[in-house]
Structure formats: structure tokens, C-alpha cells
């Protein structure tokens, strides 16, 4: 019996139909989220780096160039956010579909209104994007354009499925509205609060939101704070007592706990990506959590 039971398993997975919808391969967790919101059951969704992980450190892996080998559109970040691997993925794939100019290479921050742009960078300046911030995805303003372009990407792409892609628009931009007045009341509070900032990764958030960053426990972008920085900083925030510290799990919380202590000023760890605490499984969770999380 256990035998025939194999063989019959065996058979349907031999007869199974090959999936037939658009492989998309995302490099962050946000945008694999807003691929499946879009694409549901027609899209097969690959993300290629973990929650937990800093993107600013991701190596390439066999297995990331075997997904971009498979993908038929590759979505990503953009603003040499992935500088570290993705150009290797897209080379050692061999896939012409994901190339740039190619109809399966999406850059999200196409749709963006970019910050914090630099014309000249130097080493000493530490880990400086001169393409501009490239953490818009805390931004509700830059996301909903990225959405319609993804909308658009996929339509046109499938062709078949172009009204399906565009009614699943219509409900995330439905939802968008409802919950973007949900935020906008809930953080009225925060108009014209000061925080610190361990990295330079809520410039976006605060521009929506209406708080500042002040001052940033790492002396320059990637650069680990010394001492003697941190020593000055708590100073300053002695005298200038600041709303909170933001953070998030993998971006100084030990420094910031240390802060804390020293100066009575509360951490704020908010999520950095789509995953990375529990109940923030896709974008609008994501930023329910960011919000909460500041009150």
C-alpha cells in the first residue's frame, strides 16, 4: 500500500501544470509584500534577502542568481541600496528579461520623489548614497505611486491578466486612503517632535509624519560611534532633551539602550522591513507598527 501510495504521489507531481503566472523576484521584504497585493495567485513571488537582515551588508548567493535566472521581472529598491550584490545577481543570471532598460528590470525608485540627493560623495563621509536616501519605503506618499507603477509593469507584462492586476490596484488604493487618514490622526502628536536617529533611515518618515531628526548616534552614515561621540551626544541630549531615539533591531540598539540609560530618553525601536516583528506582514501592517510605535 505505502508503494502505490509513493507512485500515485509521485504521478502528480510528474502531471502537476507548471506554474503559469510571472515570476517576480523581489529584493526586500516590502516590495515582495506589495508584488503579492498586486499580483496575488498570478504572480509567484521570490524575496531574496530576510527581514532580519541590514541591506546594506547582503552578499550574493548561488541561490539569489539561480531566482534571477528564473525571474521574469525583477523588482528592487534602487539608489544603490543593493549595489552590494545585485549587479552581480543580474550579471551571473544571464537572464536578458531583467537587464536595465528591459521591460523585467523595475526599479522602485523610479516612482519616488527622492531626498537627500548628493552631488559630490567622498569615502570620508561616510556610507553616503549619492543617488539620494534610499529608505522611502517608510514613506506613504512615495509608496502609493510605486504601487500604480508596479500595477502598470505587471498589466503590461501580462497582458492577459492586465484587468486583474489594475482591480487589485483599486482595492489597495481604496485601503491606502483609509488607513493613511487612520495615521495622519494618530500621529498628530508628533508634529514638531525631536529625535535622535542611530542611522539615517527616518528622513522620509519624518518629512510625512512632521517630527525632526536632530542628531544621529552614528557620527557619519556607516561609521560606528566612538566614545567620545557618544559621550558628547548624551551631553546634548541632557540639555536638549529629545522625544526618543529611534532605531530598529539591527541598527545600534545596544548604543541606544546605553543612551537611554544615561539620559532618560526612551528608545523607539520601530520595524525595519516588512517581517521583522511580529504582526507586520505586509506593508499596511508594517506601517501601523511604525506608527504605533512613535506614540
Known sequence: MQKIILILCLSLMLTSPAFAGVNVVATLPWIGSLAKEIGKEKVLVTILVKPTQ????????????????K??????????L??????????????????????GNFDCSKFVKVIDKHAHVERSMGDVHPLGNPHYHYSP???????????????????????FYRSNYK???????ERTKTWKLQSKNLTGNRYIAYHKLFE?????????IVAYVEPKPGIPPSAAHIEALIERMKATKPDGILTTSFY???????ISLKTGVK?????????????????????????????
Open 82 to 103: 543593493e549595489i552590494g550584490y545585485l549587479p552581480l545577481i543580474m550579471e551571473s543570471s544571464k537572464n536578458p528579461r531583467i537587464m536595465p532598460g528591459r521591460p
Open 171 to 177: 482595492m489597495f488604493n481604496a485601503k491606502f486612503l
Open 141 to 163: 506618499s512615495n509608496i502609493i505611486r510605486i504601487v500604480e507603477g508596479m500595477t502598470n509593469a505587471l498589466a503590461e507584462m501580462d497582458p492577459a491578466n492586465a484587468s
Open 204 to 212: 522620509y518618515l519624518a518629512a510625512e509624519f512632521g517630527f525632526r
Open 252 to 258: 545600534g540598539k545596544r548604543e541606544s539602550e546605553t
Open 54 to 69: 541590514d541591506p546594506h551588508t547582503v552578499e550574493a548567493k548561488p541561490s539569489m542568481i539561480l531566482a534571477g535566472r
Open 267 to 295: 528608545v523607539v525601536t520601530v520595524p525595519a522591513d516588512v517581517g521583522s516583528m511580529p504582526g507586520t506582514d505586509d506593508w499596511f501592517s508594517f506601517m501601523d507598527k511604525v506608527v504605533t510605535s512613535l506614540q
Open 71 to 80: 525571474a521574469d521581472i525583477l523588482m528592487y529598491n534602487g539608489l544603490d
